[in-house]
């Protein structure tokens, strides 16, 4: 379905043999790629490469916190609450970037769409150019990458006007976006021309299905012999700190 072509160049075979945890700071994770036929990945931010021994998706959980993205599980439910949104393969987004699946999101790219410098399709294929000069050949058509990108842009634009307040009358206000020929191409898509949602509507389904996430797992965690009303009361702390 997808592939680097000869632009692209993965770490060599003892580069992959090293597990890194210390990721850049300040650099908006560009890509992450599945190494082929293994279930590992490799994580891009601009031209620095870090290897992880996880699928593409694991490893992006594993990592939520460090590279501050909102919880996956949480996030999709919220995202499915609204028409507007895809229900499957839903963008892993933080308040400052986002990243989309190409495929099923386990083990799949995940691509940020701010980091695509253009689109060029050729003998049946898609091949996706990235401002570091990188590129990938994909089955999928320009239109798919398009409405994917612009979905996730667009709950980016959502996210970042819910939790920081900002006033802006637009998603690409707000966004800021890079001037390049495939962030041109969806300038005058309807979801970033104009917020879907009214303001807060996103935040709060979010941290409702955050909300009752953390709930069960904590209550999965407690012997049933111990629930009462003292457990039920720390629980309820516990997740309202």
């Known amino acids: 379905m997808y592939k680097p072509n000869s632009l692209f160049e993965l770490l060599n075979e003892t580069d992959l043999s090293l597990n890194t945890n210390t990721f850049p700071e300040n650099h908006a994770l560009s890509l992450i790629f599945p190494v082929p036929d293994r279930n590992e990945s490799i994580l891009f931010f601009q031209n620095i490469q870090h290897h992880q021994p996880n699928q593409t998706l694991t490893t992006l959980q594993k990592h939520a916190k460090t590279m501050n993205f909102l919880d996956y599980s949480a996030l999709a439910r919220a995202l499915r ?13 933080s308040l400052s970037s986002v990243l989309f699946p190409l495929g099923q999101p386990q083990h799949s790219p995940w691509i940020n769409p701010a980091d695509i410098e253009e689109l060029k399709e050729e003998a049946g294929f898609t091949y996706i ?14 239109r798919t990458i398009r409405n994917r990108s612009e979905e996730a842009l667009s709950l980016l634009s959502l996210l970042e006007r819910d939790y920081l307040q900002s006033s802006a ?5 707000l966004l800021q976006l890079p001037d390049t020929p495939f962030l041109r191409s969806l300038s005058k898509r309807a979801m970033l021309e104009a917020f879907p949602l009214p303001i807060g509507a996103l935040k709060e389904a979010y941290e409702k299905e955050h909300a009752l996430q953390t709930f069960l797992h904590l209550g999965h965690s407690l012997d049933p012999a111990e629930w009462n009303y003292e457990t039920f009361s720390e629980l309820l702390t516990t997740l309202l700190t």
Do not use: E, I, Y
Request: glycine fraction near 4%; proline fraction near 6%; charged fraction near 15%.
């Open 81 to 93: 609450r609204f028409d507007c949104f895809s229900k499957r393969n839903n963008p892993m987004a």
């Open 129 to 142: 150019q990235l401002v570091n000069g990188s590129t990938l050949r994909t089955t999928l058509t320009t």
């Open 169 to 173: 009358s637009s998603p690409l206000a």
